[in-house]
Every structure is written in C-alpha cells, then in structure tokens.
C-alpha cells in the first residue's frame, strides 16, 4: 500500500504571508498531482508533475517533484483569503488493471485570514 | 455536459437500507472512478471502469458495495444494507484517455459528490 504523508494537517496564516506544504512517500510515483477542494465540492486539479525534479509554476504557486519521484512541494507566495481550502497531493501509479490509481494523501487545510 | 453532475447531493439513510449514488460523467469520457472521502481525509479509490467494463474494483470495502456502468456513460453505486461506517462523500470522477496521453497521468474531473449520512 502507497502513503502519502502530508504536512503540515492544518495552516492558519495571515494574508500575504508564504507557505509551504509537503507531500512525503517511500514508494515511487510515475506522476504526482495537487488539487485543491472547498467545503461541499469535488477536489480540482491544479498540476500534474511527472519528471524527477520538475518545478511548475502556477501563479504564485510553485509546485515541485523531488528528484526520486517520491515527495513533492507547494509553495504559495502572498498568500490570499482564495487562496483557502483543502489542498490534496496525489500519487499515481500503473495499477495493472488498465488504469494509473491515484493514491491521495490527508490533504492540507489552509486557512488565509485577511 | 460540461461537468460531472452526481445525485443525490445529500442522502439520510437508516441503518440497513439499500442506496444507490449515481454519476452522470462528462460526455465522451471512456474512464470513470469512484471514491469515498470521510470527514477529514482524502478520497479513497473504490473502483475503476473503462467504457462499461469494471477493470479494478480492488477498493470496494465489502461485498455490499456494487458499482455497475452498463452503457459505457451513467454509472451507479449501490451501497446495500448501510451500516454508520459507510457515512461519507462518495465522489465519482471521469477522464479521457486523450487527456492521460497529452500529460502522462490521469486528468480526473470530479463531481461535487454525494453525501451518505447513516443514522
């Protein structure tokens, strides 16, 4: 079974401030994923990274997969109140049935006071 | 349409009752998932199909659970004789295998879910 360890569980931060949440596995991940969910709605992709050490930058979110493909980052620049919600990572493997699975982490609640 | 559209949004069950969750994915869409979120964690794989054909349903708690998709579109998941542990959002996602061969990885199109109270 793949884990995704993601930290920190909980982030309460004032507006403009920086962040960085984590993604940790010791299993290996042919791609990584970051969604981001609100209260009452289904998670929404924000980036896939597939190479050992890719940086992808979103805005003022920059995303990076660790050079073994097993951890990952997001880092917010300035921070916003929209910038609040559940951020999920996600690993995907070759399930062998056809399919990549992902497998999601605990996700990250993040909370911009403004 | 242009989204993943489940209903119902919010079921009330009783313990012991059979339910059934349904998901409309995204036109043209060959690949779709199920998956269950309880409070505080992230979503859980239940099971996989590709048109109508179930290739994976390895995530499936017990054998109450069923998924079936018979015309390759619709799909539905009934949960049989509901017990409280199976309180949780089940969200159903699609994808196109267009999408998995432009990035390398399954580009999921979640629904809003569906919310399972047991009481």
């Known amino acids: 079974t793949q884990l995704l360890e993601q930290s920190p569980q909980f982030l309460s931060i004032q507006e403009g401030e920086n962040l960085t949440v984590y993604c940790n596995s010791s299993?290996?991940?042919?791609?990584l994923q970051w969604y981001r969910q609100e209260p009452g709605e289904g998670p929404v992709l924000l980036v896939t990274v597939v190479t050992g050490g890719e940086v992808k930058k979103l805005k003022r979110l920059t995303f990076q997969f660790g050079d073994a493909r097993k951890d990952s980052s997001l880092h917010i620049t300035a921070a916003q109140p929209g910038d609040t919600g559940l951020y999920l990572c996600?690993?995907?493997?070759?399930?062998?049935?056809?399919?990549?699975?992902?497998?999601f982490g605990k996700g990250t609640k993040l909370s911009v006071i403004p | 349409g242009a989204g993943v559209s489940q209903s119902p949004r919010y079921k009330v069950a009783k313990r012991g009752q059979d339910v059934a969750l349904r998901c409309d994915p995204i036109s043209g869409h060959v690949s779709l998932f199920w998956y269950q979120q309880a409070l505080g964690q992230g979503p859980e794989f239940l099971t996989y199909?590709?048109?109508?054909?179930?290739?994976?349903k390895s995530g499936l708690p017990s054998d109450r659970f069923f998924a079936e998709r018979p015309e390759g579109s619709v799909s539905t998941l009934k949960i049989q004789r509901t017990q409280q542990e199976d309180s949780a959002v089940y969200l159903c996602?699609?994808?196109?295998?267009?999408?998995?061969?432009?990035?390398?990885?399954?580009?999921?199109?979640f629904g809003a879910g569906s919310r399972l109270t047991v009481l």
């Open positions: 299993s290996v991940f042919s791609s």
């Open positions: 996600a690993g995907s493997t070759y399930s062998g049935a056809g399919s990549y699975q992902l497998t």
């Open positions: 199909f590709q048109n109508e054909a179930q290739l994976d």
């Open positions: 996602a699609s994808s196109s295998l267009r999408d998995r061969r432009a990035s390398g990885a399954n580009v999921l199109t």
